[in-house]
């Protein structure tokens, strides 16, 4: 049976909430997922660039032009989601639609000047978040568990 303890945190909005923390996997991985999303939707959201748009970019940063169903099948998400995240970054000066070249029916995604300028400032971002949440593990422990997160998404996806 799992322990738990309660534990007075600081909230990333500066009054103190009542973490609930427990050394069960499950508890522990929500946990730092939760205050990860937390901290970087703040630190995006200052670039306007909002939940999830950052990974959307770096899709296009990579290879500019894809269709919402290609940046879902690289992201692992519906292509109805990436479609309102398009729709939404369309809407902020992200990125536009442009009619696909051979087939009328899809879109191609293209960034803005915009949307190519924020690069390196979300680059740098996702760096210091990155230093933030590993500081204090040593270079095999991070890349111990970039292998055990990889791992446990290969044995989640795998039926």
């Known amino acids: ?11 990333p909005g500066g009054g103190a909430e009542i973490a609930e923390v427990g050394d069960d996997f499950q ?22 660039v909002y939940e999830g748009q950052q ?41 536009r639609r442009e009619p696909h070249p051979s087939d009328r029916r899809l879109v191609r995604l293209t960034l803005t000047d915009r949307g190519r300028e924020l ?8 760096h210091r978040l990155t230093e ?4 204090g593990f040593s270079p095999a422990e991070r890349e111990a568990l970039v292998s ?5 998404r290969r044995n989640l996806t795998a039926s």
Do not use: N, Y
């Open 148 to 152: 055990a997160l990889t791992r446990i």
């Open 55 to 95: 990974f959307v970019l770096r899709c296009l940063w990579r290879e500019d032009g894809l269709s919402p169903g290609e940046i879902a099948r690289r992201l692992g998400l519906s292509t109805p989601t990436v479609t309102r995240a398009a729709t939404r970054m369309t809407a902020a000066g992200l990125l």
């Open 132 to 135: 933030l949440a590993l500081a």
């Open 27 to 48: 508890t522990a991985f929500w946990s730092a997922k939760h205050t990860l999303a937390h901290v970087s939707a703040a630190a995006f959201a200052r670039h306007g």
């Open 1 to 11: 049976m799992s322990e738990r303890t309660s534990s007075q945190a600081a909230a």
């Open 119 to 126: 690069e390196k400032v979300i680059d740098e971002e996702t």
